[in-house]
């Protein structure tokens, strides 16, 4: 993963700051809440999204089904703001 980006964890949550051209971009800064943090840490890690799932459904109250359809959205979002590679592995 491209590590074009800064983060600090206050609290529970954990906040991006992407970088451009070596400057913070403090227009577009992410906060992550704990199990958003563990999902982009799992996905940046390379686990595939049925391990993602079985992670989540262990520590969440969520069914396979619905974890699944979120964190799957969750993930394509990440891949557009260029938190995570795209699945084609071509990079972001």
């Known amino acids: 993963?491209?590590?074009?980006?800064?983060?600090?964890?206050?609290?529970?949550?954990?906040?991006?700051v992407p970088l451009r051209?070596?400057?913070?971009?403090?227009?577009?800064?992410y906060t992550l809440n704990e199990s958003g943090a563990e999902i982009w840490d799992m996905a940046g890690r390379g686990m595939p999204v049925d391990g993602i799932v079985e992670s989540v459904c262990q520590h969440y109250e969520v069914?396979?089904?619905?974890?699944?359809?979120?964190?799957?959205e969750f993930m394509d979002d990440l891949r557009v703001s260029g938190l995570l590679p795209d699945a084609s592995g071509s990079g972001g």
């Open 1 to 16: 993963m491209d590590q074009s980006y800064v983060t600090r964890k206050i609290g529970d949550e954990t906040i991006i």
């Open 63 to 72: 069914s396979e089904e619905q974890a699944f359809q979120d964190i799957c």
């Open 21 to 29: 051209a070596g400057i913070g971009d403090l227009r577009s800064i």
